[in-house]
């Protein structure tokens, strides 16, 4: 069965240091997703992309992030900057049609 | 704007015992719900949805969710669990149109008792 596939597993990362997590979707999906979770907060939206561009992003999503589908197979989340309150879980997710979405196992973002 | 209640935070149940998640949502136009289970240290898994059609909805191990509309509710329910059920489940819903993008609730984490 197909799946979504996320890399790396576990990022550690400084303070500032730019971080790219990238992110296989369901090959023939076409709406993909980014999600957080803090550790004990609930999943939260940051970004979706449809037809090569953002669809929608939450407040979450400033300028530090940014998203991009390079090679048509990787979904790529880069934040520029990053900052303590970064560290979390971020799932991506791919659907065909947008309705139902499958989520990748995550990367758990340490930010020192 | 939609948001989803998840009022128990966690749930101890013995196994073989019957159990119900509670899930409300609020919403000013239509939905579609979803409920995601968390293994430890995995990702997140469909377990069930309700997109259109009847109000109850089954997977394939044993959970059940009902749509009320009235009640604007999705409770997620087993009627004998096993260990193997320990886990956070995530209640979901998702407008049905535009970007379907998910909003969650907080999650409820049931732990199954020997």
């Known amino acids: 069965e197909p799946e979504v596939t996320q890399t790396p597993s576990h990022q550690v990362t400084q303070m500032g240091q730019e971080v790219i997590l990238r992110c296989v979707p369901i090959s023939n999906h076409l709406y993909f997703y980014w999600y957080r979770q803090i550790l004990g907060q609930k999943v939260e939206f940051l970004v979706s992309f449809y037809n090569n561009e953002i669809s929608e992003k939450s407040e979450i999503f400033d300028d530090q992030f940014s998203v991009e589908r390079p090679d048509g197979s990787n979904f790529t989340l880069k934040i520029r900057s990053t900052k303590l309150e970064d560290s979390a879980m971020y799932f991506c997710a791919s659907s065909s049609q947008g309705v139902t979405q499958y989520f990748g196992p995550g990367t758990r973002l340490l930010v020192l | ?114």
């Open chain 2, 1 to 114: 704007a939609q948001s989803v209640t998840q009022l128990d935070s966690q749930v101890p149940v013995f196994e073989e015992a019957p159990v119900e998640l509670r899930c409300n949502y609020s919403s000013s136009v239509s939905v579609y719900l979803f409920w995601y289970v968390q293994y430890p240290n995995q990702g997140l898994q469909l377990l069930l949805k309700y997109l259109s059609g009847s109000t109850l909805v089954e997977s394939i191990n044993g959970f059940e969710a009902e749509f009320n509309k009235s009640q604007t509710s999705f409770h997620l329910r087993k009627p004998s669990v096993h260990i193997s059920d320990t886990a956070e489940y995530f209640c979901a819903v998702s407008v049905t149109s535009g970007t379907y993008k998910y909003i969650f609730g907080t999650g409820t984490r049931l732990k199954v008792l020997a």
